[in-house]
């Protein structure tokens, strides 16, 4: 498989992950356009999590059909690593580590030519900021720092796809504003942005959003047209009154 799927980055075609009798992802369905914000929430238990590792090559999936990039999710999952980005609230950087040595490794990692790294490392620190910064230990930034400095490590080598799992968890308002800054600025470079989050307002900010209960993607669509959708003035509202149907838990 590869990019005759035009402008359509990311489809899941009845994509399943079951885990002996669990069905935890069930036959979803759907399309994310090249450069678009795809907002992927859901409560804890409702698959989100399982579905993006099916996505992100980390997991096979048990029936149905899926691509990333072109790439095959059940027999290209090496090709799909290589074509995106990652980051989420649990692990993004190495605390031990100074900033300079994450860009570095991070960039080793994701296959950025040898050439290409210190100068691309550098405008990167300017660019956040953090030169003065550069041989600070990560753990010693501040947690909007350290996320922005993620978000920027997991696109160097300039991704088709970035896949964030909740990035902005327990960093403060202004600085997660700050944050989908950055989002917006990946995606008008043509970036796809594949996130999950907890925070409804941050739902606000995507093209579109999917919401899973149980397994299942019970509404898709634009904010706008979910809010007049479910007669709710936001997205907390949305959310809510399809969470109220979910019948298992974490």
């Not at 920027?152 to 989908?180: C, M, N, Y």
Request: net charge neutral.
């Amino acid at each position: 498989m590869n990019d005759e799927m035009g402008n359509k980055v990311i489809i899941a075609e009845n994509l399943t992950k079951k885990f002996g009798n669990f069905t935890a992802v069930d036959h979803i369905t759907f399309e994310v356009e090249r450069g678009e914000i795809f907002g992927f929430l859901g409560a804890n238990g409702a698959g989100k999590t399982t579905a993006m590792r099916m996505f992100c090559g980390l997991s096979r999936p048990t029936e149905g059909k899926g691509s990333v990039g072109g790439f095959d999710v059940r027999t290209q999952a090496e090709q799909i690593k290589k074509n995106i980005g990652y980051m989420s609230q649990k692990f993004s950087l190495y605390e031990d580590l100074k900033v300079w040595e994450n860009i570095r490794l991070f960039a080793g990692i994701y296959g950025v030519k040898e050439g290409e790294i210190k100068s691309r490392s550098e405008e990167l620190l300017h660019r956040l900021g953090l030169y003065e910064e550069r041989d600070s230990f990560v753990k010693s930034l501040p947690l909007g720092w350290k996320q922005k400095l993620a978000f920027s490590v997991a696109i160097f080598h300039h991704p088709k796809i970035v896949f964030l799992d909740e990035p902005t968890g327990g960093v403060d308002p202004i600085a997660r504003r700050q944050f989908w800054e950055l989002i917006y600025e990946a995606a008008d470079q043509g970036i796809t942005i594949f996130v999950t989050t907890h925070y409804m307002d941050e739902a606000e900010y995507c093209n579109r959003v999917s919401i899973m209960v149980d397994g299942r993607i019970d509404a898709l669509d634009t904010p706008r047209n979910l809010k007049e959708q479910f007669g709710t003035t936001d997205m907390d509202g949305v959310f809510r009154a399809l969470a109220r149907k979910a019948k298992r838990g974490d």
